[in-house]
């Protein structure tokens, strides 16, 4: 069964850094997401891109977050500068030929800011 | 903001049906009814959607009611492993250039006991 792919599964880095986390969505899917979720708290929606641009955002994506799809199969969230309240899981998700089809969610990436 | 209401927390007796109900008193005509569960800090999973009729598939049933108000999601014969939090959304129709978000809310943290 296809499934969505996200590496690293944890990451540490210092405040200040610039992160990059990875993303593999399902071959034939058309939508992809960015969503976030900070300890015990709810998961919040980031982003959604579709034809290789953001159609949508929150208000937690600043100019310190970017996405890309660099090479028709991996999706990335980079982060600038990396602040303390950015330590939170970061799932990746893609949905197919219709934006209110089913999303699958990857396993999530644990980033964690010192 | 979600617009949906849900219990906090329900428990059930493993090998019981599991009946979690979903207010959405606010529903629009263009918005389908979506639930999701997430299993201990794991990628959100698909569950099953609809918009006015009663749905099922391999995992849960969906049970809407006439006015479209509120909804229960119901696991036939619940099992440990069903043990997760559920979260109900309502999501509207999108055209094709529409993000598709999922707004999630703290949902319903199920225990299913032995």
């Known amino acids: 069964e296809p499934e969505v792919t996200q590496t690293p599964s944890h990451q540490v880095t210092q405040m200040g850094q610039e992160v990059i986390l990875r993303c593999v969505p399902i071959?034939?899917?058309?939508?992809f997401y960015w969503y976030r979720q900070i300890l015990g708290q709810k998961v919040e929606f980031l982003v959604s891109?579709?034809?290789?641009?953001?159609?949508?955002k929150s208000e937690i994506f600043d100019d310190q977050f970017s996405v890309e799809r660099p090479d028709g199969s991996n999706f990335t969230l980079k982060i600038r500068s990396t602040k303390l309240e950015d330590s939170a899981m970061y799932f990746c998700?893609?949905?197919?030929?219709?934006?209110?089809?089913?999303?699958?969610f990857g396993p999530g990436t644990r980033l964690t800011v010192l | 903001d979600a617009k949906t209401t849900q219990p906090t927390s329900m428990d059930c007796a493993e090998g019981r049906a599991a009946n979690l109900p979903c207010n959405h008193s606010t529903i629009s005509g263009n918005e389908y009814v979506y639930w999701y569960r997430q299993i201990h800090s794991q990628g959100p999973q698909y569950i099953i959607h609809g918009l006015k009729n009663n749905e099922t598939n391999e995992m849960a049933s969906l049970i809407i009611t006439e006015d479209r108000k509120s909804s229960t999601l119901i696991l036939p014969h619940a099992t440990l492993r069903d043990t997760a939090v559920y979260y109900c959304?309502?999501?509207?129709?999108?055209?094709?250039?529409?993000?598709?978000?999922?707004?999630f809310g703290q949902g319903t943290e199920l225990s299913v006991k032995p």
């Open positions: 071959s034939n899917h058309l939508y």
């Open positions: 998700a893609s949905s197919g030929q219709v934006a209110h089809n089913e999303q699958f």
């Open positions: 891109f579709y034809n290789n641009e953001i159609s949508e």
């Open positions: 959304i309502v999501r509207p129709i999108g055209t094709t250039n529409q993000g598709g978000k999922l707004i």
